[in-house]
């Protein structure tokens, strides 16, 4: 079961992932956070509070001591 093909490639796995870990590692650049949909989703979220409001209205606890 002496496989010298698989060696080499668990020794080339090895060390990639070991040495993937330098400070000169290659790094892959952040994306920026995507800006266009953000005001469709403030609209979105200030109609769905204002009909849950309306369909279920918080109450002030009454029965609770003023203090």
Known sequence: ??????????????????????PKAPTIPERPPRQRGY???RLTVAALRRLADRIEPCR????????
């Open 1 to 22: 079961m002496f496989d010298p093909t698989a060696m080499i490639m668990a020794d080339k796995a090895t060390r990639h992932h070991v040495l993937s870990a330098q």
């Open 39 to 41: 005001a469709i989703r």
């Open 60 to 67: 002030v606890n009454t029965s609770a001591p003023a203090s």
